[in-house]
């Protein structure tokens, strides 16, 4: 793909900018957030020309016939609706802009049209070689208020979510597969389900996984806490995002988001930026690995879990030996794999005790050694101290939403 996007980091970036929000300033405060890309921007010279001086991407919309799956009634017509040639005739008045990273083809389609969307992201690809073509799926809860078995099956295509995930991998030749899921308008279990299902169609399909997560909510009263933002990003990290999408910045849909109608700052954009900083602070020692598998280590209550993850009392991998939480903790645990030939281990760890942020609190987590190699432990915030335990191993401990990476020094 284009390297416009620079895919050897972690990309973070966000749904709508509405047109009153482009002058300099608040794009300027845009890029200060954190965010590296905005999705759902129409061909708007001006704010191009802001996105490129301030290192901003625009995924575009408008350029080529969009499309949305919405309640499921168009599925299976996005080829009699929108034929090649619309796309063809799009690309003639095309003028190219450096700030323009991405073409939005699309968004939440049905199975029914994968195969001919296999057709339209090659097409996009050829008459914009300088851009890749986006395209979003469907969450495995679909995306209307009501929501029975035959909607279900209506929208996606498939009689199930994984099928429908595997049709997309069979007919779209993209090397990412990118989704949205909002756990605090839905449920866990669902969100770790979905990630599951994502993140093993990724790995065996050898795509990226990129996500889109929120930031703001579906109804007045509620905002979404830093710790809940810290909660959908590291346990999407844990199994291996490396594109992070918040969900909406300015305008978009629901409600509360981090401008508010006015274009002014709400109590989300200093949330999201500190969280992004913490992002950013521990993706370059991240993106040095990938995640080859994911562990739900604790959980002694399965409540929060779907029937399709069995959670462990301790791990051992390679390189460590009985990984636990003390108590009743709940640990979401990547095991990484150095990227290139290297070989080097490491583990990403998630105290995913407190979803909600209700009751935070410290969680001690210890291990033990598998082999002679030495260990760091580092966090968002830097190095976090290892004690030695009685038996030989290690401690450290994390509060509830936070992240550390055990990196492996032989």
Same mark, same amino acid.
């Given at each position: 793909?284009?390297?416009?996007?620079?895919?050897?980091?972690?990309?973070?970036?966000?749904?709508?900018?509405?047109?009153?929000?482009? %002058?300099?300033?608040?794009?300027? =405060?845009?890029?200060?957030?954190?965010?590296?890309?905005?999705?759902?921007?129409?061909?708007?010279?001006?704010?191009?020309?802001?996105? =490129?001086? $301030?290192?901003?991407?625009?995924?575009?919309?408008?350029?080529?016939?969009?499309?949305?799956?919405?309640?499921?009634?168009?599925?299976?017509?996005?080829?009699?609706?929108?034929?090649?040639?619309?796309?063809?005739?799009?690309? =003639?008045?095309?003028?190219?802009?450096?700030? #323009?990273?991405?073409?939005?083809?699309?968004?939440?389609?049905?199975?029914?049209?994968?195969?001919?969307?296999?057709?339209?992201? %090659?097409?996009?690809?050829?008459?914009?070689?300088?851009?890749?073509?986006?395209?979003?799926?469907?969450?495995? $809860?679909?995306?209307?208020?009501?929501?029975?078995?035959?909607?279900?099956?209506? *929208?996606?295509?498939?009689?199930? $979510? !994984?099928?429908?995930?595997?049709?997309?991998?069979?007919?779209?030749?993209?090397?990412?597969?990118? &989704?949205?899921? $909002? @756990?605090?308008?839905?449920?866990?279990?669902?969100? &770790?389900?979905?990630?599951?299902?994502?993140?093993?169609?990724?790995?065996?399909?050898?795509?990226?996984?990129?996500?889109?997560?929120?930031?703001?909510?579906?109804?007045?009263?509620?905002?979404?806490?830093?710790?809940?933002?810290?909660? *959908?990003?590291?346990?999407?990290?844990?199994?291996?995002?490396?594109?992070?999408?918040?969900?909406?910045?300015?305008?978009?849909?629901?409600?509360? *988001?981090?401008?508010?109608?006015?274009?002014?700052?709400? @109590? *989300?954009?200093?949330?999201?930026?500190?969280?992004?900083? =913490?992002?950013?602070?521990?993706?370059?020692?991240?993106?040095?690995?990938?995640?080859?598998?994911?562990?739900?280590? !604790?959980?002694?209550?399965?409540?929060?879990?779907? +029937?399709?993850?069995?959670?462990?009392?301790?791990?051992?991998?390679?390189? @460590?030996?009985?990984?636990?939480?003390?108590?009743?903790?709940?640990?979401? @645990?990547?095991?990484?794999?150095?990227?290139?030939?290297?070989?080097?281990? +490491?583990?990403?760890?998630?105290?995913? %005790? %407190? &979803?909600?942020?209700?009751?935070?609190?410290?969680?001690?987590?210890?291990?033990?050694?598998?082999?002679?190699?030495?260990?760091?432990?580092?966090?968002?915030?830097?190095? #976090?101290?290892?004690?030695?335990?009685?038996?030989?191993?290690?401690?450290?401990?994390?509060?509830?939403?936070?992240?550390?990476?055990?990196?492996?020094?032989?």
């Amino acid at each position: 793909m284009t390297n416009r996007m620079n895919r050897n980091r972690l990309n973070i970036g966000t749904y709508h900018l509405r047109p009153e929000a482009r %002058d300099e300033d608040h794009i300027r =405060e845009l890029a200060e957030c954190g965010i590296d890309f905005v999705i759902s921007v129409n061909y708007d010279r001006p704010a191009l020309d802001l996105f =490129e001086k $301030y290192s901003l991407g625009a995924i575009v919309n408008g350029i080529v016939p969009g499309w949305w799956g919405g309640d499921g009634d168009n599925a299976g017509k996005l080829e009699q609706l929108n034929p090649l040639d619309t796309y063809c005739k799009a690309a =003639e008045g095309f003028t190219d802009h450096p700030a #323009i990273w991405a073409i939005d083809i699309g968004d939440e389609p049905s199975a029914l049209d994968f195969p001919y969307y296999g057709r339209v992201f %090659d097409t996009v690809k050829r008459l914009f070689p300088k851009q890749f073509p986006y395209l979003n799926l469907y969450p495995n $809860y679909a995306s209307v208020a009501v929501n029975n078995a035959s909607e279900t099956v209506n *929208q996606l295509g498939t009689a199930t $979510y !994984g099928e429908h995930i595997d049709a997309y991998c069979r007919n779209v030749p993209a090397d990412y597969v990118c &989704y949205d899921f $909002y @756990v605090y308008s839905s449920s866990i279990d669902k969100a &770790y389900d979905n990630l599951k299902t994502v993140a093993d169609a990724a790995r065996r399909t050898g795509r990226d996984m990129w996500i889109v997560l929120q930031v703001n909510a579906h109804v007045p009263d509620y905002w979404v806490t830093g710790n809940m933002l810290r909660f *959908q990003a590291f346990s999407a990290m844990a199994f291996g995002v490396n594109v992070i999408t918040w969900a909406c910045y300015a305008g978009g849909w629901w409600t509360n *988001q981090v401008l508010d109608a006015a274009n002014n700052k709400t @109590v *989300q954009y200093a949330r999201l930026q500190k969280v992004n900083r =913490e992002i950013r602070s521990i993706a370059g020692l991240y993106m040095d690995y990938e995640v080859r598998g994911t562990h739900f280590v !604790g959980f002694s209550d399965r409540s929060e879990l779907p +029937a399709t993850i069995t959670p462990l009392e301790a791990l051992s991998t390679g390189f @460590v030996k009985n990984l636990r939480p003390a108590g009743d903790g709940k640990l979401i @645990v990547g095991d990484m794999i150095a990227r290139g030939h290297g070989g080097g281990r +490491a583990l990403f760890v998630f105290s995913a %005790d %407190d &979803y909600r942020d209700l009751h935070p609190r410290a969680n001690e987590i210890t291990f033990g050694t598998a082999g002679s190699g030495s260990f760091t432990v580092k966090g968002p915030q830097g190095l #976090i101290p290892l004690r030695r335990t009685g038996d030989g191993g290690y401690s450290f401990t994390l509060m509830s939403n936070e992240c550390a990476m055990i990196v492996c020094n032989d």
